[in-house]
């Protein structure tokens, strides 16, 4: 099983952003590699992407059910390959920004780096795997080209979210309105091929975490002009 | 105004052997490619190189001769082939072996079990010609050449006798917990590893390669000699490079170049299976001073599989078929569901008969064309990456009967499964009276060796069934300058145009419709590039 963890904090409430999340339209463009999606009913989607694995790049159809949610705070779902074998975990969980927002960011923080102990520990592995891997290197070395500069052009804004939380999350000096995103991708290739593509994919899937939780920061915010 | 010795276009096989030929004589030499990858088409193949009468044979105690090999050569060329290319491939691509083998790290096996691809032919052999090269560890490379190596759609660091072993179309048997720990350490194969060690070794001979450079132009003095090239740099300028000795074209054939291919391909080709950048770039250099051209007509032929959404350097990949074809359990048939061809015949010779026309009809009667194959078969074999446990891909359609098979995806229901029937009645008995598919040492050296007694044929068997649309395709064309025999290019007139030299598929193949065996293509390019920088040094 491979993972990625972002944490990112958002200037907007918990329940807009919890409304913004359970809109897939809002952001399934910045799912790395995505083509498209179809809602099938109230729990189930079928997701189609694009991954890249240096000069090769392949198209997967995934299943996508929710399991879990408890509204404002946490939603899980899980992801089943169609087309290819793989099996995993998506999970968006929010907390209000401030002072007990601040510890929820660095406790996201610190079970991101524990990572594979809490994922075996949750029992709720795997996700997009081994398309991703491929889609996810090209896309996301376009991605973190334009990302590195959407970065530097709002570094006066000081709102970075590092690996593991914002500057701002870590020192507790957030203020105001907030909340905080984290969003956690795990995922567990299947077939013989497995070893191959957990090799391929492990390096990828937390920049895909970080991408994700950053596009999202960055619409909500209004600041994705910064990528131009 | 920059200038080198010696000016090379395109990185593949032929070229980085040129170069390496030339850097070796101590000239100094300037590659120039295209695209931002290093190897072209070279680096995503299979590595092979057909070699009669080498001496990996020899020392296993095979043998081999000068006189069958011309035979067989003759054989495959129809006799239209020109007799001194023919010959100068014969006696030089040895030498050229050695001397790559001595320039580089490269340590080759023999393929004692390959034959030839048309084995009954005069001259013909049942194995031992096509040798094959090991890994190569990319992180012998300077940067940035490193991380620009091209590596083939699959990246598998994987040799050509492991594919061997452990079975073309048996992915599942293979040892991926080794292959993702090479892979992790930069170690390439195949192709990869062939262009890999060609690169190294011309590196370290002082050859200076520049990627994303493509050459646009030849350059002529006022006596009509080839001394320059002009090139696009990367913020979009176009200089001249000036060439001292001369300049070698090595930029592959026009596969990807869909107005050449309806232009001067006979056959309506829709699926080349090499990278994208081979768009006849030199064919129209070379056709703007005046080359003459031959073999127009010609590709290394192939049925290709078109695994939808899969792309390569932004195109759409299409996968050979060798082995896929001659597994038990299949059949390739037309829309009218006939049978049209011995499926396990070599790619090359088979895929013309994909491009059969039929005057009365007005069309090509077996375009498109299915594989069809039966739940045995589905479960037995990878086809393309979808392994026998993977989920059934929307490019292969699936029914649980023939007739409702052949309804989705356009053939004619009776027919298909009048043919299944006929087809099985014969293949009970491992017999295919009409094509002769398993007769041949060729056909048997695939199949599945559990499948008794002819390991090409069985019966198509209990359903779910199964179509994969083939294409007619290409590994490359083979049509361009013609070149005497040292490699250099000759005008219309025959008269050789100085300066300029031609090698690999750019040029017009010296073996004309035929592909005399395994890794020929990359022979011929390889000896034809070093006779071409031996020429260049000698200038
Ligand atoms: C999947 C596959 C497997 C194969 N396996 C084998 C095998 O095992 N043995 C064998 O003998 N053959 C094999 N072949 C065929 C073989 O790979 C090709 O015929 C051979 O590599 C052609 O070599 P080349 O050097 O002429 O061209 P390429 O290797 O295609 O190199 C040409 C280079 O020129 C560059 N170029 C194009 N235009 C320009 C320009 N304007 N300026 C600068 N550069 C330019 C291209 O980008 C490319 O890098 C295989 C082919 C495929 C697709």
Same mark, same amino acid.
């Given at each position: ?8 904090e958002?200037d ?8 913004y ?6 952001w399934?463009q910045?799912?790395?590699g995505f ?21 090769l ?6 299943e ?5 949610q ?5 939603a ?6 169609i ?7 998506g ?21 991101a ?11 709720r592995?795997?996700?997009w ?35 593991a939380?914002?500057?701002?999350a ?20 299947g077939?013989?091929?497995?070893p ?11 920049p ?10 960055e ?5 994705s002009?910064?990528?131009? | ?19 390496l ?13 295209k695209?931002?990858?290093i190897?072209g088409?070279?680096?995503?193949? *299979? ?12 020392k296993q105690?095979?043998?081999?001769s000068?006189e069958d090999a ?8 129809l ?16 030498p ?30 049942t ?5 094959q090269?090991g890994?190569?560890?990319?992180s ?14 699959s990246?598998?660091?994987? +040799? ?6 452990w ?6 048997n ?16 195949m192709?990869s590893?062939?262009?890999?060690e ?8 002082g ?16 006596? *009509? ?9 990367e913020?979009?300028?176009r ?11 090595a ?29 006849g ?6 056709i703007?001073?005046g080359?003459g051209? *031959? ?17 390569y350097?932004?195109a ?9 074809r001659?597994l038990?359990g299949g ?10 061809v011995n ?36 479960k037995?074999y990878s086809v ?13 359609? +699936?029914?649980? +009967? ?25 293949a ?15 056909? +048997? ?11 090409t044929?069985?019966p198509l068997?209990?359903g779910p ?22 490699g ?11 300066g ?10 010296a ?6 065996g395994?890794?020929?293509t ?18």
């Amino acid at each position: 099983m491979i993972s990625g963890t972002h944490t990112v904090e958002i200037d907007t409430s918990p329940e807009a952003l919890w409304d913004y999340l359970m809109e897939f339209d809002n952001w399934a463009q910045f799912v790395v590699g995505f083509q498209k999606f179809r809602i099938v009913d109230e729990r189930t989607s079928v997701w189609t992407l694009r991954g890249d694995v240096g000069v090769l790049a392949r198209e997967v159809d995934l299943e996508v059910v929710m399991l879990e949610q408890e509204p404002g705070r946490r939603a899980t779902y899980s992801i089943t390959g169609i087309t290819e074998r793989l099996e995993g975990t998506g999970t968006f969980e929010i907390s209000p920004r401030g002072a007990s927002g601040a510890q929820a960011a660095s406790a996201a923080r610190q079970a991101a780096d524990a990572e594979p102990s809490t994922m075996e520990r949750r029992k709720r592995q795997s996700w997009w795997r081994r398309l991703v891997r491929r889609w996810a290197l090209a896309t996301l070395r376009r991605q973190h080209g334009e990302y590195a500069r959407a970065q530097r052009a709002e570094s006066s804004a000081s709102r970075s979210s590092g690996p593991a939380g914002s500057a701002s999350a870590q020192t507790g000096a957030a203020v105001g309105l907030g909340a905080v995103f984290t969003f956690a991708l795990e995922v567990t290739p299947g077939g013989p091929m497995a070893p191959m593509v957990e090799m391929l994919m492990r390096p990828l899937l937390a920049p895909s975490a970080e991408d994700f939780s950053t596009r999202i920061r960055e619409q909500l915010e209004g600041t994705s002009h910064a990528r131009d | 105004m920059p200038e080198t010795d010696v000016i090379i276009i395109g990185s593949g096989a032929a070229g980085l052997t040129a170069a390496l030929t030339a850097a070796g004589a101590d000239l100094e030499v300037t590659v120039l490619e295209k695209s931002g990858l290093i190897g072209g088409t070279s680096a995503v193949s *299979g590595g092979s190189i057909w070699a009669p009468v080498n001496r990996w044979l020899l020392k296993q105690g095979g043998h081999d001769s000068r006189e069958d090999a011309l035979a067989y050569l003759e054989a495959i060329t129809l006799g239209n082939g020109d007799p001194d290319l023919l010959v100068a491939f014969t006696d030089n691509v040895n030498p050229m072996l050695e001397f790559v083998v001595k320039h580089t790290g490269i340590e080759f096996e023999v393929n004692p079990d390959h034959p030839d691809y048309q084995p009954h032919l005069p001259g013909a052999h049942t194995g031992g010609r096509t040798i094959q090269g090991g890994l190569f560890d990319s992180s012998q490379l300077p940067e940035p050449l490193r991380d620009r190596l091209r590596k083939s759609s699959s990246g598998v660091p994987i +040799t050509r006798l492991e594919v061997d072993t452990w079975g073309m179309d048996t992915l599942e048997n293979w040892d991926w917990t080794l292959l993702a720990d090479r892979m992790s350490k930069g170690i390439v194969g195949m192709g990869s590893a062939l262009i890999g060690e060609l690169l190294h070794g011309a590196v370290q001979r002082g050859a200076v390669v520049r990627t994303a450079a493509p050459a646009r132009e030849l350059v002529r003095d006022t006596a *009509g000699r080839v001394c320059g090239v002009a090139v696009d740099g990367e913020s979009g300028t176009r200089d001249i490079l000036h060439a001292r000795r001369g300049v070698v074209l090595a930029s592959g054939g026009f596969e990807w170049n869909p107005d050449f291919v309806q232009r001067f391909l006979g056959r309506p080709m829709v699926a080349p299976a090499s990278p994208p950048a081979n768009t006849g770039d030199g064919l129209a250099m070379s056709i703007a001073i005046g080359a003459g051209l *031959g073999n127009m007509s010609e590709a290394w032929w192939g049925p290709m599989i078109q695994p939808t959404g899969d792309s390569y350097d932004n195109a759409p990949l299409f996968r050979p078929t060798s082995s896929l074809r001659t597994l038990p359990g299949g059949l390739i048939v037309n829309a009218r569901g006939r049978r049209f061809v011995n499926e396990a015949m070599n790619y090359n010779d088979m895929a013309k008969a994909l491009a059969n026309f039929d005057p009365v009809a007005y069309s090509y009667p077996n375009q498109p064309c299915w594989l069809v194959f039966d739940e045995r078969f589905r479960k037995s074999y990878s086809v393309a990456t979808c392994t026998p446990d993977s989920p059934t891909p929307n490019w292969m359609a +699936t029914a649980s +009967t023939l007739a409702e098979l052949a309804r989705t995806v356009g053939i004619d229901p009776d027919g298909l499964e009048h043919q299944v029937r006929e087809f099985n009645s014969h293949a009970v008995r491992g017999e295919d009276p009409e094509f002769h598919r398993g007769e041949s040492v060729y056909d +048997t050296y695939r199949g599945d060796a559990r499948v008794i007694p002819n390991r090409t044929l069985r019966p198509l068997e209990e359903g779910p069934y199964y179509a994969v649309p083939l294409l007619l395709g290409c590994l490359g064309t083979k049509g361009g300058p013609l070149t005497d025999a040292s490699g250099q290019v000759i005008d219309i007139w025959g008269t050789p145009i100085p300066g300029l030299f031609a090698c690999g598929n750019v040029a017009a193949s010296a073996f004309g419709t035929g592909y005399p065996g395994a890794g020929a293509t990359l022979a011929a390019g390889m000896t034809f590039g070093y006779l071409a920088g031996q020429a260049l040094a000698a200038s």
